[in-house]
């Protein structure tokens, strides 16, 4: 069976804030009441329109057969479907952290 990743985008920083917890809370959750989330096609698009100029980014790599909250895929302001997790996210969904790079390659 093959397993579709979805991706998050974060700051380095705010990811090793919350090395030691076993779920993972974006500022997102507080704010609209999910956590950002977006599939391999979507991530470069998201990267250029809200993290162009922020450094130290870490896309975290998302197994959805194992979040533990609801996901959903809901149509953003270009009518795209964007997955959004209404919950915090169990960090034992996320299978890899890699920072962002120039020839940052998902899958």
Known sequence: M???????ITTRANWEKQADEPLYEADSLHTEGFIHLSTAEQVPGVLERYYHDVPDLLVLHVDPNKLTGDLRY????????????????NKDAVVTVEPVTPTLQLR
């Open 2 to 8: 093959t397993i579709t990743m979805i991706y998050h």
């Open 74 to 89: 809901e149509a953003a302001t270009n009518n795209e479907h964007f997955p959004h997790l209404y919950a915090v996210l």
